[in-house]
């Protein structure tokens, strides 16, 4: 290991603010702040000395200062976007230019999706990872050849040549993978990681990978995690959690990022009883499965808040996205969150297939009878490796190929038929407005903050960029979607045979 190339581990500075960063699950600036970790850097970070995980946008790290501290290392792993990869690219490019020597892969959805168009992109690239690149990763940094790699794709005498699939990481592979609260105390501040409805400072990690669900617009199970659920055993969760309550005092909460933490009701419970002695807080992913003995075990043992997936109001609509899962069975668990005391944050997206304005009133109608603590409304966006971008793509409703701005910011990029897409914007605006300037809302909000100074500010500033969105948003409506600057996604690239 000491006679390894120095690594850098790189999560970009793909746009000015972008908070939202590479590896967060659907990249975006975000106009209401909210950093996540870099967590699938973290391991391989983790297996090799003199290594660095460099988290630029939380850190205010910029491409130039990026370019500068990139020049002591030897090999540089960056971890890339749809939305980012073009200036990826041309940060990767700075960086040859600075240090020649350099060698430089790219992982993440874009690359794995679309291997052979991503090496053609830039000669700046060595090579990409397809799939799970912990150990890709750290045995090339280790010196073995390319053409020995499993996962990864490369150029060999003018072709891109890629490499057989290693079989996914099991329990006992992810059990030997090192803690990334390990890495996060070695080479970020936590206090520069904010999430509204997070408590703060928060830390963030995995407890599993991959998720069996089929959701049709869910961009890593259909990428980088996959589908097949792989579990690290209880114990060693449990470890984890013991060192970063030791290693991070002021933390608030730990958030487990799965895909979905709550898939299997015994392992939840065994978590849950090991957990509870510790006394902590706790936040996670959660589909609307768990019944309520579940629950309540759960709430016992310190967990706040769920992050659900609730999506619309209309039953078709959730068949058509494959939700795998009901109205009916999202308010029984709404219900119950209720009676046992954990809160939760519910994502709602208009503009999935088959959505008209009535089925948009129906999902608002619906929040508002679920009434959950707080709400996010986007707009349907596609991205590449997904079955939704295929369905888009197919019926032409894909106006363009673009997701975002200059700045990273999402942009509507799909019309339905009788549903444009200022109809969409103007749609999420009133689906905010019906929701949250409710009295009983507005209180429940603002209650806490009374009597706590940190969430007096927080609040304050989330309301202040609240509406300043909600006003872009109007203009957006007014002026019509129009010639913008915009950030294109790759199409499909059906020869690579991804």
Known sequence: MSSAMKTLF???PSFKGFDGGSSARYPATREIP??????????????LENSRLLDACPHNVSPEET???????????????????????RLAQMIKSAKPDMKIAFVGPPVQIEPVKSLKASEAIDFVVRGEFDYPVVEFAQGKPLDEIQNVSFRKNGDVVSNPMR????????????????????????ENYNIPYLLHPYISFYSSRGCPALCTFCLWPQTLSGHAWRVRSVDNVVAEVRQALRLFPQMKEIFFDDDTFNIRKDRVLELCRKFKPLGFRWSCTARVHSDYDTLKAMADAGARLFIVGLESGDPQILKNIKKGATIEMAKAFAKNCKKVGIKIHGDFIIGLPGETPETIQKTIDYAKELDVETIQVSVAHAFPGTELYDYYTRNNYMVHSAVTDEGGHQL?????????REEMMAAVNRFYDEYYFRPRVVWRLVKDALWNADERKRLYQEAVSFLRLRAERLQYVRQGAGPRPMVSVPVNDTASGQ
């Open 167 to 190: 079989p996914q990481l099991q329990t006992e592979d992810l059990d030997r993978l090192p803690f990334a609260s390990d890495v996060y105390k070695r080479d970020l501040t936590i």
């Open 67 to 89: 370019v500068q501290i990139a020049r002591d290392y030897d090999f540089l792993v960056v971890f890339t976007s749809t939305v980012g990869f073009q200036n990826d690219c």
């Open 10 to 12: 790189l999560n970009p």
């Open 412 to 420: 509507p990029h799909i019309e339905l038929p009788g549903l444009s």
């Open 34 to 47: 909210s950093y996540w970790y870099p967590v699938w850097l973290s391991y391989p970070a983790g297996m």
